[in-house]
């Protein structure tokens, strides 16, 4: 049964530290999404991609947030440093574009920055 | 920028009723209006809609895209306490982009 992997689940850090979020997106899909969720915004936007190239990465905070895919299997989006509002879910979805718009997604990352 | 608005924000029935969600949203060059529920964890998908005033149905599910009002709405007779959860809307555009709405938590009371 095909799903999108993200670890870790959950992630309790100290503010000012560095945090790492992976995402193994399902075999064959060839977009990527990353999303945060909170009671006050919904699902936000942070960035996206295509074929494993950036589309669009406006949502993040360029400062202290990044997003990368080293290859097709691994997405990560990194925070350094890490602030008390960078608490939230964060979710990874995968795509195929090539058949329709569909997104799966990973059970998330519950992050707490103290 | 592409805006997603759902509403209500949250709604309240007890099972039996009928209920309906409703989204409205601006986007350059739409492709697909979506819908999921998310109930513990990750959304999980329930229709994409691309034309207008077909509906789509799932059970005791249907939702209905006018594209001309930019509008979907989503439909849910003979309400469950299993119904409970976070409706959201997506839209996605034709460069790829999906944006979401704040969704719709719908609570079912026995």
């Known amino acids: 049964d095909a799903r999108v992997t993200q670890t870790p689940r959950h992630k309790v850090t100290e503010m000012g530290q560095e945090v790492t979020m992976r995402c193994q997106p399902i075999?064959?899909?060839?977009?990527v999404f990353w999303y945060r969720q909170t009671m006050m915004q919904g699902l936000e936007l942070l960035a996206y991609f295509r074929n494993r190239a950036p589309l669009d990465d406006s949502g993040m905070p360029k400062d202290r947030f990044s997003a990368e895919m080293p290859d097709a299997t691994l997405a990560t989006l990194k925070i350094q440093p890490s602030e008390p509002r960078d608490s939230a879910v964060y979710f990874c979805?995968?795509?195929?574009?090539?058949?329709?718009?569909?997104?799966?997604f990973g059970s998330g990352t519950q992050l707490s920055v103290l | 920028e592409d805006k997603v608005v759902q509403s209500p924000l949250s709604l309240v029935v007890h099972e039996g009723d009928t209920v309906t969600l409703n989204c409205s949203y601006e986007v350059t060059n739409f492709r697909s209006l979506l819908w999921y529920k998310q109930e513990k964890k990750a959304p999980t998908f329930l229709f994409m809609l691309t034309s207008s005033g077909i509906e789509k149905k799932s059970g005791r599910l249907s939702s209905i895209l006018d594209k001309k009002e930019l509008f979907s709405i989503l439909n849910i007779t003979a309400t469950q306490t299993g119904d409970s959860a976070i409706y959201l809307c997506a839209v996605a555009s034709r460069a790829g982009k999906s944006t979401f709405g704040d969704g719709t938590t719908l609570t079912v009371k026995p």
């Open positions: 075999l064959g899909h060839n977009t």
């Open positions: 979805a995968s795509g195929n574009r090539a058949f329709n718009e569909k997104l799966f």
